[in-house]
């Protein structure tokens, strides 16, 4: 029997070939399980969900650092942030929906960022919101109504 005092180069390389080998296809197999939860289960299926929600919070938060109240940038900037401000003080403005027949359009996920800048700078907007949405009108509704009355502003000062 012989005793083991120092390791012999040759043992202590084959054992290390065999522990990096063992790791390698550990390692590919773990790989391999993952790939097939990610593909195959309920657990895959919300991963990818949560990718795609926060890829779009991300992209809506991009939209609204970029987006600026509807008066910034026309010539008569001062007399329509006056009258567009103007607007927060009826609640009639908000809860009436354009006539009928009139061609506007509203799409609400555009014009969200818009909204969201013009509540930055007009409190009684904010505080008209919160009165309306959703007890008397949505919130839909609400900013469809606003927009309306911001594009007869515009209308009347272009």
């Not at 991963?47 to 919070?57: I, Y």
Request: proline share 4%; hydrophobic share 40%; charged share 30%.
């Amino acid at each position: 029997m012989r005793l083991l005092t120092k390791p012999v180069s040759g043992e202590v390389s084959y054992l290390f070939s065999m522990t990096k080998t063992a790791g390698a296809s550990v390692s590919a197999k773990a790989k391999e399980l993952k790939k097939a939860v990610a593909e195959n289960t309920i657990i895959g299926d919300f991963v990818k969900e949560q990718d795609k929600f926060v890829s779009e919070k991300k992209e809506k938060a991009r939209a609204s650092e970029a987006a600026v109240p509807p008066w910034v940038g026309y010539n008569e900037e001062e007399q329509m942030k006056t009258q567009m401000l103007a607007l927060s003080n009826d609640k009639r403005n908000f809860l009436r929906n354009p006539p009928t027949g009139v061609q506007f359009h509203f799409d609400y996920n555009t014009c969200y960022p818009v909204a969201m800048a013009t509540l930055a700078e007009d409190d009684r907007l904010k505080d008209m919101r919160f009165q309306l949405v959703p007890k008397l009108v949505s919130e839909h509704d609400f900013w469809r109504n606003y927009f309306y009355r911001v594009s007869l502003i515009k209308q009347s000062l272009s």
